[in-house]
């Protein structure tokens, strides 16, 4: 089968929508299960070498491995020579991959961990920021471009601010960014069924 078609389809478009609520859900699920987690001294990580390791690491390896065919598919759809989300959406999938060893390479793997999960944050934020920019002149695309870069200013702003621990930081970064990636899912899930109507 062409592997266009395949990343271009609604099945795949789907899993950008399922991927991020996984992700959430695993987060939300392993916090809940955690009494002893506090957002001003812990990082989320710590989740990951904790007895909810399995529902937090999994929930981010799936939500990665989602997420990355579903960014191929809109550099596919979507890139149309245009620099800047190419930039972009390049960005996102790396990030993607980044989220993948977020869960594989836990806190015991020291310092390839802190590499994954710093990489992580800096590619999804610089990547809709990217993608962002990029939209402004897109009629279609411009009002999520612009809830992107406000996604992205609410990361900045988190990471300025001295709250303990890293876990809100963590959570005002990636949560906003999240939801930005489930609105373009539903956005190119309603072009492919107004298309093929």
Known sequence: MNPRVVLTSKPVTLLGIIGPV?????IAVAIALSPWFSFSDNALSDLGVSSVAAIFNWGLIICGAMMAPFILGLWLRIADGVRLRKVGLALLFLAALALIGIGV???????????????FFVLLLSGLLFFGVSTLADAELRIIGIIAMVSVAIGMVAWAVDWGGVAIPELLSAVPAMLVLIILAVKTYAWETTKRQ
């Open 105 to 119: 390479f836990t806190e015991d793997s020291m310092d390839l961990h802190f590499f994954v999960s710093f990489a």
């Open 22 to 26: 996984i992700a959430m859900l695993a």
